[in-house]
């Protein structure tokens, strides 16, 4: 079955950085766009980034380009989101998607909590 399993959250003070993974199984990795979101408490889940399945030109929303860098190794199945520069308006629930064809899924998330 697909199995998402994220891990790398923590706390972290402002301004520090996080590398948050993804390590994919059950489906074929190297043909899904894999994507991150996050849920912050009272808020909707969230896009942070997204990445091909050839890993071309990922896309970021605009507020958090620059600070937010999504990478996979389709070899290894993995999608990794490497964080810098963390406020604690990041804090929230990470989440790993995979979708490809008409499904979805999601991992458990991994707590990401940004203060001093």
């Known amino acids: 079955q697909v199995q998402l399993v994220e891990s790398g959250g923590g706390l972290v003070q402002p301004g520090g950085s996080l590398r948050l993974s993804c390590i994919a199984s059950?489906?074929?990795?190297?043909?899904?766009?894999m994507s991150w979101y996050r849920e912050a408490p009272g808020q909707e889940r969230e896009l942070v980034a997204q990445i091909t399945p050839s890993g071309v030109s990922p896309y970021y929303p605009h507020s958090l380009e620059g600070r937010f860098t999504i990478s996979r190794d389709n070899g290894k199945a993995t999608v990794n989101l490497q964080m810098n520069s963390l406020k604690p308006e990041d804090t929230a629930v990470y989440y790993c998607?995979?979708?490809?064809?008409?499904?979805?899924?999601w991992g458990q998330g991994t707590q990401v909590t940004v203060s001093s």
């Open positions: 059950g489906f074929t990795f190297s043909s899904s766009l």
């Open positions: 998607n995979a979708a490809f064809g008409i499904s979805s899924y």
